[in-house]
């Protein structure tokens, strides 16, 4: 039977110091957030494990998400972070290697105001020792990145990456929608042509405006999973980040909705298979 998974969450805490995109007059996301609050959400969606991921730019933060890991049966694997510009942090990365339930990085490009960045030659050693490790690469940022992270696969064919988010399409600004919707798409579908990336499922409701409907994430749904197929795409919740525009079980809902044109294996990629592959969950 194939695990039911949610492949993006986040457990933070932010009386730790290190969430700096964090505003901490935020009512929603500037609390606690732990594995006794998710559990009765994961029960109700029947999910059967998580993949915790980063929300820190600090090795702290990694360090304190495998120990939450350790705890906590349903996460079966972290996303952690390393400074890709140093490369005495390759220490950290050969450590994590040998736990159980490290799986890759995450860098936090969307937040880096040099668009190249990722291209530089002071961050190539990273991807490189990705590679050589066989962990996996989370690419966190916005449509004006696809292309540069359809750079970076082909530079590194081997790399395992996933597009987190869809990418982030802005789906609230209505005046632009459907050029948005035509340049981020065009860049999402070449990665997904010319590499063997997946795509998370994920972060479309926190993009879209407070009173979302259905029908305001279907086009870019179906522009994921048509670029994609189901086989490559994995759901992820975005907890607790969702929460700003809709609770867990609405999002997943809405998300279980929209995959209804789906065959039943389809769906059953979607929700875990997919996820489990990519991340090697069996048996985490």
Not at 233 to 243: A, E, L
Request: hydrophobic share 45%.
């Amino acid at each position: 039977m194939t695990l039911r998974v949610d492949a993006h969450q986040h457990y933070w805490d932010p009386r730790r110091g290190d969430y700096a995109w964090m505003s901490m007059d935020d009512p929603v996301l500037a609390l606690p957030y732990g594995p006794g609050d998710l559990a009765p959400e994961l029960a109700a969606a029947g999910i059967d494990r998580t993949v915790l991921v980063q929300a820190a730019g600090t090795v702290a933060e990694t360090e304190y998400m495998l120990g939450l890991a350790e705890a906590t049966e349903s996460v079966a694997a972290v996303v952690g972070w390393i400074d890709f510009e140093d490369r005495d942090h390759l220490r950290h990365l050969e450590r994590w290697k040998a736990h159980p339930k490290f799986v890759g990085l995450r860098p936090m490009i969307e937040f880096v105001p040099d668009v190249d960045w990722m291209l530089g030659d002071a961050v190539q050693w990273a991807y490189a020792a990705l590679v050589d490790l066989d962990l996996t690469f989370d690419a966190l940022g916005l449509s004006r990145h696809l292309a540069n992270f359809l750079a970076v696969v082909k530079r590194y064919p081997k790399l395992r990456m996933v597009v987190d988010h869809c990418m982030k399409p802005q789906i609230r600004d209505h005046g632009t929608a459907k050029e948005e919707l035509a340049v981020w798409g065009e860049g999402l579908r070449r990665i997904a042509e010319e590499s063997g990336a997946c795509c998370k499922l994920s972060g479309l409701v926190t993009e879209a405006d407070g009173d979302w409907r259905e029908e305001d994430l279907a086009p870019y749904v179906e522009v994921v999973l048509r670029a994609f197929g189901p086989e490559r795409v994995m759901w992820g919740s975005d907890w607790p980040v969702c929460t700003r525009r809709a609770g867990y079980r609405q999002w997943h809902a809405a998300a279980e909705s929209l995959c209804a044109g789906l065959t039943d294996a389809g769906r059953a990629e979607v929700f875990g298979g997919t996820a489990s592959r990519f991340y090697g969950l069996e048996g985490r």
